[in-house]
């Protein structure tokens, strides 16, 4: 087994993994269930300070997305897609297949996005339904100021859709502007993969009870959500074991006093080694403390670099994709993987493989 110092899936703790071995009861039939399923999510709603609802759903991160667009957005409806990464323009494709008309606000992929940048644009340009951004962009390892940028919006009357599956529980974030806030279970939440949720606002939960059109969706629609504890009834059968993980999971976030603080700790004694060792941080601003990147240095290749991770240390780092495939080196530092442990052992390691790299380049060269 490797240790998986990626940015997601995450390190699982054992008494996840046991709790996910848990004796199984009818999730449709015994009401105890409806029960655990609803302290879960008011678990994930109290852990994020907000009396905000959240729904689980079954299916990975990817999934949140999708069912906050297909559930949100009416045909014709004007979005402002924020992008200055993958997963920021990502959102586009969402938009157009529930029937939007996108229009993507895209700003260099190395800077944060600027909240008064923000503010200049919609003073021009502000009818939007609906806004659609990113936390933490992790193929580029971006953390936006989605707070301020979402209470910017919500002053025009936006409806915000937030992607935070990377940060949340690693980052703070504060609900209280997003509209729909996106999570998944296997970042720094550090549960399996599987399951993805959704936090709604009062005023996200009006528009879609008063959409004129139907959700074209089943899978994707949050409003068959709505009354399932009234109904004790779900629109589908609930994936009981991938739940009680996450409810495991949920319990080490809630006892966790030190969670932020620990991943600040974390991520600055990463940015700290990497600099040390000369390498280039990406971006040069605007750094999550849940996944830290660097670039791959001249001379050698990301798979030389993952490779040699994988063969001489048993550690796995991840790479990029699309524009940055190749270019960046991500270690996740989120979640269980968050511990000065792992870290140090990880940039060790690294420090070591880069070291044989430099000198097989000099070699090479002879
Ligand atoms: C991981 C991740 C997701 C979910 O992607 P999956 O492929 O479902 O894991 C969504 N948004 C961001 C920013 C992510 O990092």
């Not at 040699?308 to 269980?336: D, P, V, W």
């Amino acid at each position: 087994m490797y240790k998986i110092m990626t940015p997601g899936p995450t390190q699982v703790a054992e008494n996840v993994r046991i709790a996910r071995s848990w004796e199984c009861t009818n999730p449709d039939l015994d009401e105890s269930f409806v029960e655990f399923y609803k302290n879960t999510c008011d678990t994930i709603s109290g852990c994020l300070n907000t009396d905000h609802e959240t729904i689980i759903l079954d299916g990975e991160g990817i999934l949140a997305l999708e069912a906050a667009c297909a559930s949100l957005i009416e045909p014709g409806d004007r979005v402002l897609v924020l992008d200055n990464g993958i997963y920021g323009s990502g959102f586009a494709d969402f938009v157009t297949m529930y029937g939007g008309a996108a229009e993507l606000y895209t700003r260099p992929a190395d800077k944060p996005l600027d909240s008064e940048e923000l503010k200049c644009y919609l003073t021009e340009h502000h009818d939007y339904k609906i806004a659609t951004l990113v936390h933490c962009d992790t193929p580029s390892a971006m953390l936006n100021d989605a707070a301020s940028l979402c209470s910017i919006l919500k002053s025009y009357g936006i409806l915000t859709i937030v992607d935070a599956v990377s940060s949340m529980f690693g980052e703070p974030v504060d609900p209280v502007d997003m509209d729909i806030l996106c999570g998944g279970s296997q970042k720094a939440i550090s549960a399996p993969p599987g399951l993805s949720f959704v936090v709604l606002s009062p005023d996200a939960k009006a528009k879609i009870k008063e959409r004129k059109t139907p959700i074209p969706s089943f899978y994707a629609n949050l409003k068959v959500f709505f009354t399932y504890y009234e109904d004790k009834w779900f629109p589908y059968t609930m994936p009981i074991s991938d739940i009680y993980g996450l409810a495991q999971a949920m319990e080490n976030i809630k006892k966790d006093a030190a969670l932020y603080q620990r991943h600040a700790d974390c991520a600055s004694y990463t940015r700290d080694r990497l600099r040390s060792m000369g390498l280039t941080l990406y971006p040069a601003e605007g750094y999550s403390n849940t996944v830290t990147s660097f670039l791959v240095p001249d001379g050698m290749t990301d798979k030389e670099i993952l490779g040699g991770m994988l063969e001489n240390h048993n550690i796995m780092l991840a790479g990029s994709f699309g524009t940055f495939g190749g270019k960046l080196i991500r270690i996740g530092h989120m979640g269980t993987n968050a511990t000065m442990e792992n870290v140090m052992e990880t940039l060790d390691a690294l420090e070591d493989v880069l070291r044989h790299l430099q000198l097989k380049g000099q070699e090479n060269k002879r």
